[in-house]
């Protein structure tokens, strides 16, 4: 078990230092307020592995719903820091914070955290700030979005969905990174055998969006990202979005 969480934070590890060096190297094609963003993210990052805690740790799920709702304080730093900032100099610190995220993962890490947003796995710190860097990435397009970082972000969306909602009455599929079934708010058919009656396929960077609120299931739906099928697939209307980035 241990090995495995050892080997879990490892990727995730890494994932998020290739994530940082995609966004680095996109840099000219990245609004001041996202480079901005990404600094403030590593520094909340870096905050967390220096305190470590032997402390219960909340679930995915818990740290999404305490994120979304602390949110401001990122997004005043965020703020601060672009106004006071010029955009060359923000686009170098992004690559010091990379340097030195980089050296500091390579070294021992705690596998639990205290952050502002409470007790954690590290593992889910590390994929949570993975997925916001995720976000940023859009804008830009091309290479910036990493392919290993968007899989992950799908995968940590979906476990937090599941978390969240728990059951079998709907399924939500993102192939080819994650299947997750979940409950309908006691509505609907607990299903047991086979392929669900409630079924929700969409694509890794629709299921991004989605679960970030840059995009609502039926505008997924309208434009044909996404397919639905059985009477209860609109309770995930009702689940979403799981972290709300949409003001960040």
Same mark, same amino acid.
Do not use: K
């Given at each position: 078990m241990a090995a495995r969480s050892d080997r879990a934070l490892h990727t995730a590890c890494e994932v998020l230092l290739g994530q940082c060096?995609?966004?680095?190297?996109?840099?000219?094609? *990245?609004e001041p307020i996202s480079r901005a963003r990404m600094v403030v993210l590593l520094d909340d990052l870096l905050d967390a592995i220096e305190s470590p805690t032997n402390a219960r740790n909340q679930s995915l799920a818990s740290l999404f719903s305490h994120r979304s709702a602390g949110h401001h304080h *990122?997004?005043?730093?965020?703020?601060?820091?672009?106004?006071?900032?010029?955009?060359?100099?923000?686009?170098?610190?992004?690559? #010091?914070?990379? #340097?030195t995220v980089g050296a500091v993962l390579r070294g021992a890490l705690p596998m639990s955290v205290t952050n502002q947003f409470g007790n954690s796995h590290l593992v889910d710190y590390v994929r949570t700030t993975v997925l916001e860097l995720c976000v940023l990435a859009l804008p830009a397009g091309g290479? #910036?979005? %990493?392919?290993? #970082?968007?899989?992950?972000?799908?995968?940590?969306?979906? %476990?937090? *969905? !599941?978390?969240?909602?728990? !059951? %079998?009455?709907?399924?939500?599929? +993102?192939?080819?990174?994650?299947? +997750? %079934?979940? !409950?309908?708010?006691?509505?609907?058919?607990?299903?047991?055998? !086979?392929?669900?009656p409630n079924v929700v396929e969409t694509d890794e960077l629709t299921w991004l969006q989605l679960g970030t609120g840059l995009l609502t299931l039926d505008q997924a739906l309208d434009d044909a990202r996404a397919t639905a099928s059985g009477s209860h697939y609109r309770a995930l209307e009702r689940m979403l979005p799981l972290l709300d980035l949409s003001r960040s």
């Amino acid at each position: 078990m241990a090995a495995r969480s050892d080997r879990a934070l490892h990727t995730a590890c890494e994932v998020l230092l290739g994530q940082c060096r995609a966004l680095n190297m996109s840099a000219p094609r *990245l609004e001041p307020i996202s480079r901005a963003r990404m600094v403030v993210l590593l520094d909340d990052l870096l905050d967390a592995i220096e305190s470590p805690t032997n402390a219960r740790n909340q679930s995915l799920a818990s740290l999404f719903s305490h994120r979304s709702a602390g949110h401001h304080h *990122l997004d005043e730093l965020t703020a601060e820091l672009t106004a006071n900032t010029p955009g060359d100099i923000l686009a170098r610190l992004c690559a #010091a914070r990379t #340097a030195t995220v980089g050296a500091v993962l390579r070294g021992a890490l705690p596998m639990s955290v205290t952050n502002q947003f409470g007790n954690s796995h590290l593992v889910d710190y590390v994929r949570t700030t993975v997925l916001e860097l995720c976000v940023l990435a859009l804008p830009a397009g091309g290479e #910036a979005l %990493q392919p290993a #970082a968007l899989r992950l972000a799908v995968r940590t969306l979906s %476990q937090a *969905l !599941g978390e969240r909602f728990p !059951g %079998q009455t709907i399924e939500v599929r +993102v192939p080819p990174a994650s299947a +997750v %079934q979940v !409950g309908a708010f006691g509505e609907g058919p607990t299903h047991t055998r !086979g392929t669900p009656p409630n079924v929700v396929e969409t694509d890794e960077l629709t299921w991004l969006q989605l679960g970030t609120g840059l995009l609502t299931l039926d505008q997924a739906l309208d434009d044909a990202r996404a397919t639905a099928s059985g009477s209860h697939y609109r309770a995930l209307e009702r689940m979403l979005p799981l972290l709300d980035l949409s003001r960040s």
